[in-house]
C-alpha cells in the first residue's frame, strides 16, 4: 500500500511540472510503473524462495537488500523531478521576497520527500 501511495505523489508532481512535454512526463511515468512491476515481482520472488516459519535470516537480508537497491532507482530521479521543478520556479520568479519564498518552501518538501524515503524503506525494516 505504501509503494503506492509513494507513486501517486511522485506521478502527481511529475504530471502537475508544466516544464516537461508530454512525452517526458509519458516517459517518466513508464518508467516508474515498469519498475514498480520490477520491485513487486521481486518481493514475491524473495518471499517465495525465503519465507518460512520461523522466518530465517536470509529472507529479512535479501529484502532488505532489494529495498535499499530500489530505493536510488525510485528516489534518485524523484529527487532530480524536485530540483528541476524548484529551478525553474526559482529563475521564473521576480523579486527578491519572492524568492525567498520559495525558497522556504524546500523545507517541507525536504521533509515531505524525506517522509516518503522512510515510508518506501519499512518494506526493507528487519525487526
Known amino acids: 500500500m505504501a509503494l503506492w501511495f509513494v507513486l501517486v505523489i511522485i506521478l502527481l508532481i511529475t504530471w502537475t511540472t508544466n516544464g516537461f512535454c508530454f512525452w517526458h512526463k509519458a516517459v517518466i511515468t513508464l518508467y516508474y510503473c515498469a519498475f514498480s512491476y520490477v520491485f513487486i515481482t521481486q518481493l514475491k520472488e524473495i518471499r517465495r524462495q525465503f519465507y518460512a516459519l520461523p522466518v530465517p535470516t536470509a529472507y ?45 518552501t524546500m523545507v517541507p518538501a525536504g521533509i515531505v520527500f524525506f517522509g516518503l524515503m522512510v515510508i518506501f524503506g519499512m518494506y526493507g525494516y528487519r525487526p
Open 60 to 104: 529479512w537480508d535479501a529484502k532488505s537488500q532489494w529495498v535499499s537497491i530500489s530505493m536510488g532507482f525510485y528516489f534518485l530521479p524523484f529527487l532530480l523531478i524536485l530540483l528541476f521543478n524548484y529551478y525553474r520556479w526559482l529563475r521564473q520568479t521576480r523579486g527578491t521576497a519572492k524568492k525567498v519564498g520559495v525558497a522556504f
